[in-house]
Protein backbone atom coordinates (compact mmCIF):
# COMPACT_ATOMS: atom_id res chain seq x y z
CA UNK A 1 0.00 0.00 0.00
CA UNK A 2 1.69 3.50 -0.99
CA UNK A 3 0.80 6.34 1.01
CA UNK A 4 1.02 9.72 0.12
CA UNK A 5 2.20 12.79 1.84
CA UNK A 6 -0.21 14.07 4.11
CA UNK A 7 -1.21 18.00 4.43
CA UNK A 8 -0.94 19.43 8.11
CA UNK A 9 -3.89 20.06 10.02
CA UNK A 10 -5.66 23.47 9.10
CA UNK A 11 -7.04 25.69 11.99
CA UNK A 12 -10.64 26.96 10.35
CA UNK A 13 -12.00 30.29 11.34
CA UNK A 14 -15.20 29.86 13.99
CA UNK A 15 -17.16 31.56 11.18
CA UNK A 16 -16.18 29.07 8.62
CA UNK A 17 -16.85 25.83 10.75
CA UNK A 18 -20.07 27.15 11.42
CA UNK A 19 -21.28 27.98 8.24
CA UNK A 20 -19.64 24.83 6.71
CA UNK A 21 -21.79 22.79 9.18
CA UNK A 22 -24.74 24.71 8.70
CA UNK A 23 -24.44 23.61 4.94
CA UNK A 24 -23.01 19.71 5.27
CA UNK A 25 -26.24 19.30 7.89
CA UNK A 26 -28.53 21.30 5.62
CA UNK A 27 -27.21 18.79 2.43
CA UNK A 28 -27.68 15.59 4.77
CA UNK A 29 -31.16 16.32 5.63
CA UNK A 30 -32.00 16.07 1.78
CA UNK A 31 -30.15 13.43 1.12
CA UNK A 32 -32.19 11.64 3.68
CA UNK A 33 -35.41 13.07 2.48
CA UNK A 34 -34.85 12.61 -1.44
CA UNK A 35 -31.94 9.65 -1.46
CA UNK A 36 -34.44 7.22 -1.91
CA UNK A 37 -33.28 4.82 0.52
CA UNK A 38 -35.29 2.96 2.64
CA UNK A 39 -34.54 3.71 6.43
CA UNK A 40 -34.84 1.46 9.23
CA UNK A 41 -37.25 2.64 12.05
CA UNK A 42 -36.98 2.05 15.67
CA UNK A 43 -39.39 -1.16 16.32
CA UNK A 44 -40.32 -4.31 18.21
CA UNK A 45 -42.59 -5.89 16.08
CA UNK A 46 -40.34 -8.60 14.89
CA UNK A 47 -38.14 -8.55 18.21
CA UNK A 48 -39.62 -12.34 19.38
CA UNK A 49 -38.64 -14.30 15.80
CA UNK A 50 -34.95 -12.88 15.73
CA UNK A 51 -32.86 -14.75 18.54
CA UNK A 52 -30.15 -16.24 16.48
CA UNK A 53 -26.75 -14.33 17.78
CA UNK A 54 -24.17 -13.51 14.86
CA UNK A 55 -21.62 -11.13 16.68
CA UNK A 56 -21.87 -9.54 20.01
CA UNK A 57 -19.32 -7.13 21.39
CA UNK A 58 -18.88 -4.78 24.80
CA UNK A 59 -16.45 -1.86 25.72
CA UNK A 60 -15.36 -0.39 29.13
CA UNK A 61 -17.39 2.92 30.29
CA UNK A 62 -14.80 3.78 31.92
CA UNK A 63 -11.21 4.57 30.92
CA UNK A 64 -8.24 6.65 32.58
CA UNK A 65 -7.20 8.71 29.67
CA UNK A 66 -4.08 10.91 30.00
CA UNK A 67 -5.49 15.00 30.56
CA UNK A 68 -9.01 13.73 30.45
CA UNK A 69 -10.98 14.56 33.43
CA UNK A 70 -12.89 12.08 34.58
CA UNK A 71 -16.41 13.67 34.96
CA UNK A 72 -15.97 13.95 30.82
CA UNK A 73 -16.65 9.85 31.04
CA UNK A 74 -19.41 9.94 33.68
CA UNK A 75 -21.32 12.42 31.52
CA UNK A 76 -20.70 10.31 28.65
CA UNK A 77 -22.85 7.51 30.56
CA UNK A 78 -25.92 9.80 30.20
CA UNK A 79 -25.26 10.61 26.86
CA UNK A 80 -24.80 6.99 26.12
CA UNK A 81 -28.09 6.19 27.66
CA UNK A 82 -29.90 8.77 25.90
CA UNK A 83 -28.71 7.80 22.69
CA UNK A 84 -29.17 3.84 22.92
CA UNK A 85 -32.76 4.52 23.86
CA UNK A 86 -32.87 5.19 20.01
CA UNK A 87 -31.02 2.42 18.64
CA UNK A 88 -32.27 -0.51 20.65
CA UNK A 89 -34.56 -3.08 19.27
CA UNK A 90 -34.28 -1.45 16.08
CA UNK A 91 -35.12 -3.87 13.44
CA UNK A 92 -33.05 -3.45 9.52
CA UNK A 93 -35.31 -5.18 7.14
CA UNK A 94 -33.56 -7.02 3.91
CA UNK A 95 -33.00 -3.56 1.70
CA UNK A 96 -32.91 -0.99 4.70
CA UNK A 97 -30.08 1.02 6.20
CA UNK A 98 -29.84 2.13 9.12
CA UNK A 99 -28.65 5.67 9.80
CA UNK A 100 -27.13 6.29 13.53
CA UNK A 101 -27.87 9.73 13.69
CA UNK A 102 -31.10 9.78 11.60
CA UNK A 103 -32.62 7.36 14.69
CA UNK A 104 -30.29 9.25 17.40
CA UNK A 105 -31.59 12.87 16.30
CA UNK A 106 -29.42 15.86 17.34
CA UNK A 107 -28.01 15.62 20.83
CA UNK A 108 -29.24 18.74 22.41
CA UNK A 109 -29.46 19.66 26.25
CA UNK A 110 -33.59 20.31 26.07
CA UNK A 111 -32.90 16.11 25.07
CA UNK A 112 -31.27 15.73 28.47
CA UNK A 113 -27.94 15.51 26.46
CA UNK A 114 -24.89 17.06 28.69
CA UNK A 115 -21.20 17.94 28.02
CA UNK A 116 -18.96 15.05 27.52
CA UNK A 117 -15.37 14.26 26.44
CA UNK A 118 -15.02 15.69 22.14
CA UNK A 119 -12.32 15.61 20.37
CA UNK A 120 -11.92 18.52 17.81
CA UNK A 121 -8.90 18.99 15.55
CA UNK A 122 -7.13 16.14 17.76
CA UNK A 123 -7.81 17.73 20.77
CA UNK A 124 -9.49 16.94 23.66
CA UNK A 125 -12.65 19.10 24.60
CA UNK A 126 -16.09 19.08 26.40
CA UNK A 127 -19.47 19.45 24.35
CA UNK A 128 -22.83 18.55 24.40
CA UNK A 129 -23.30 14.89 23.88
CA UNK A 130 -20.07 14.08 23.55
CA UNK A 131 -18.98 10.36 23.89
CA UNK A 132 -21.29 9.13 21.49
CA UNK A 133 -18.33 7.96 19.62
CA UNK A 134 -17.93 5.01 21.48
CA UNK A 135 -21.43 3.90 20.72
CA UNK A 136 -20.94 4.44 16.61
CA UNK A 137 -17.54 2.47 17.32
CA UNK A 138 -19.14 -0.57 18.53
CA UNK A 139 -21.79 -0.96 16.11
CA UNK A 140 -19.60 -0.77 13.10
CA UNK A 141 -17.02 -2.74 14.99
CA UNK A 142 -19.96 -5.60 15.21
CA UNK A 143 -21.25 -4.75 11.87
CA UNK A 144 -18.37 -5.86 10.06
CA UNK A 145 -17.92 -9.50 12.00
CA UNK A 146 -21.92 -9.87 10.26
CA UNK A 147 -23.11 -9.84 6.41
CA UNK A 148 -24.52 -6.49 6.33
CA UNK A 149 -23.00 -3.95 4.78
CA UNK A 150 -21.47 -0.54 5.74
CA UNK A 151 -22.70 1.95 3.10
CA UNK A 152 -21.04 4.63 5.06
CA UNK A 153 -18.53 5.19 7.96
CA UNK A 154 -16.18 7.60 8.49
CA UNK A 155 -12.79 6.91 9.89
CA UNK A 156 -10.77 9.39 12.33
CA UNK A 157 -8.74 11.32 11.46
CA UNK A 158 -6.39 11.94 14.35
CA UNK A 159 -4.76 9.23 16.45
CA UNK A 160 -5.18 10.96 19.93
CA UNK A 161 -3.84 8.15 22.49
CA UNK A 162 -0.98 5.83 22.26
CA UNK A 163 -2.75 2.11 22.24
CA UNK A 164 -2.14 1.42 26.20
CA UNK A 165 -4.29 -2.05 26.31
CA UNK A 166 -5.99 -1.32 22.68
CA UNK A 167 -7.36 -4.73 22.00
CA UNK A 168 -9.03 -3.85 18.34
CA UNK A 169 -6.54 -3.25 15.18
CA UNK A 170 -6.16 0.39 15.00
CA UNK A 171 -8.53 2.54 13.18
CA UNK A 172 -11.66 -0.51 13.24
CA UNK A 173 -13.92 2.20 14.68
CA UNK A 174 -16.51 5.00 13.35
CA UNK A 175 -16.56 8.27 14.04
CA UNK A 176 -19.19 10.65 14.24
CA UNK A 177 -20.89 13.98 14.32
CA UNK A 178 -24.24 15.36 14.11
CA UNK A 179 -25.49 14.83 11.43
CA UNK A 180 -23.37 14.19 8.06
CA UNK A 181 -20.31 12.23 9.56
CA UNK A 182 -22.91 9.03 9.59
CA UNK A 183 -22.61 5.58 9.78
CA UNK A 184 -25.16 4.01 7.84
CA UNK A 185 -25.60 0.16 7.06
CA UNK A 186 -27.21 -1.42 4.65
CA UNK A 187 -28.90 -5.25 4.99
CA UNK A 188 -28.05 -6.30 1.72
CA UNK A 189 -29.18 -9.88 2.95
CA UNK A 190 -32.61 -12.36 2.62
CA UNK A 191 -33.19 -11.83 6.41
CA UNK A 192 -33.82 -9.20 9.13
CA UNK A 193 -31.46 -8.31 11.50
CA UNK A 194 -32.14 -6.69 15.11
CA UNK A 195 -29.66 -4.53 16.87
CA UNK A 196 -29.34 -4.75 20.87
CA UNK A 197 -27.92 -2.02 23.07
CA UNK A 198 -27.30 -2.01 26.52
CA UNK A 199 -25.71 -0.28 29.54
CA UNK A 200 -24.40 -2.42 32.79
CA UNK A 201 -22.53 -1.07 35.30
CA UNK A 202 -19.62 -1.44 33.58
CA UNK A 203 -20.00 -1.83 30.01
CA UNK A 204 -21.45 -0.40 26.89
CA UNK A 205 -22.55 -3.71 25.30
CA UNK A 206 -24.23 -4.87 22.04
CA UNK A 207 -25.83 -7.28 19.71
CA UNK A 208 -26.85 -8.42 16.01
CA UNK A 209 -29.38 -10.87 15.81
CA UNK A 210 -30.68 -12.34 13.14
CA UNK A 211 -34.28 -14.91 12.22
CA UNK A 212 -31.59 -17.83 11.04
CA UNK A 213 -27.96 -18.83 12.58
CA UNK A 214 -24.90 -17.81 10.84
CA UNK A 215 -23.40 -19.25 7.83
CA UNK A 216 -19.76 -17.26 8.20
CA UNK A 217 -17.50 -16.34 10.87
CA UNK A 218 -15.25 -13.52 10.19
CA UNK A 219 -12.03 -12.39 11.63
CA UNK A 220 -11.10 -8.98 11.69
CA UNK A 221 -7.12 -8.18 11.26
CA UNK A 222 -4.97 -5.41 9.86
CA UNK A 223 -2.54 -5.29 7.44
CA UNK A 224 0.33 -2.51 5.94
CA UNK A 225 0.66 -0.91 9.50
CA UNK A 226 3.10 1.84 8.73
CA UNK A 227 3.84 5.73 10.90
CA UNK A 228 4.84 8.00 8.70
CA UNK A 229 7.14 10.98 9.30
CA UNK A 230 5.74 14.61 7.62
CA UNK A 231 8.00 17.37 5.89
CA UNK A 232 5.52 20.20 8.30
CA UNK A 233 7.12 17.57 11.46
CA UNK A 234 4.24 15.48 12.52
CA UNK A 235 3.77 12.17 12.35
CA UNK A 236 1.15 9.92 10.44
CA UNK A 237 -0.39 6.59 11.08
CA UNK A 238 -1.60 4.45 8.18
CA UNK A 239 -3.41 0.69 7.64
CA UNK A 240 -6.06 -0.98 5.98
CA UNK A 241 -8.31 -3.09 7.88
CA UNK A 242 -9.25 -6.89 6.24
CA UNK A 243 -11.43 -9.38 7.35
CA UNK A 244 -11.01 -13.02 6.82
CA UNK A 245 -14.19 -15.51 5.98
CA UNK A 246 -14.87 -18.52 7.30
CA UNK A 247 -17.49 -21.52 6.78
CA UNK A 248 -19.20 -22.79 9.92
CA UNK A 249 -19.89 -26.19 8.56
CA UNK A 250 -16.50 -26.82 7.13
CA UNK A 251 -14.45 -24.51 9.21
CA UNK A 252 -12.46 -23.68 6.05
CA UNK A 253 -11.38 -20.15 4.76
CA UNK A 254 -13.60 -18.76 1.98
CA UNK A 255 -12.40 -15.25 1.47
CA UNK A 256 -9.93 -12.71 2.63
CA UNK A 257 -12.05 -8.98 1.72
CA UNK A 258 -10.60 -5.59 2.65
CA UNK A 259 -12.72 -3.55 4.55
CA UNK A 260 -11.25 0.29 4.54
CA UNK A 261 -7.86 2.15 4.82
CA UNK A 262 -6.70 4.56 7.85
CA UNK A 263 -5.09 7.55 7.70
CA UNK A 264 -4.76 9.57 10.81
CA UNK A 265 -2.59 12.26 12.06
CA UNK A 266 -0.81 11.26 15.10
CA UNK A 267 -1.51 13.41 18.03
CA UNK A 268 1.60 11.92 20.52
CA UNK A 269 5.08 11.36 20.13
CA UNK A 270 4.88 7.38 18.65
CA UNK A 271 8.80 7.36 19.87
CA UNK A 272 7.65 6.61 23.26
CA UNK A 273 9.72 4.23 25.06
CA UNK A 274 7.33 1.43 25.77
CA UNK A 275 8.18 1.40 29.59
CA UNK A 276 6.95 4.85 30.03
CA UNK A 277 3.16 5.54 31.34
CA UNK A 278 0.94 6.46 28.54
CA UNK A 279 -1.75 7.10 30.50
Not at 102 to 112: A, E, F, N, V, W
Not at 144 to 149: A, C, F, G, Q, R
Not at 175 to 204: A, G, R
Amino acid sequence: MQYKAVEQPKNRTPLRLTLGKGYFRFKRRLFWRFSGLKFAKQRFDMADSIHYQHFSHKTPLLRQLKDVDMWMQHNKIINLRLAVKRLDGVVVKPGETLSYWRLIGKPTRRKGYVDGMLLKQGQVMAGVGGGLCQLSNLIYWMAIHTPLTVSERHRHSFDVFPDANRTQPFGSGATCFYNYVDLMIKNETDQPFLLTLQLTDSHLEGKWLSTSPPTHHYEVYEKSHAIHSQFWGGYTRHNTIHRRVFCIQTGTQQDDQFVTQNHAVMMYNPLIPQNSPLV
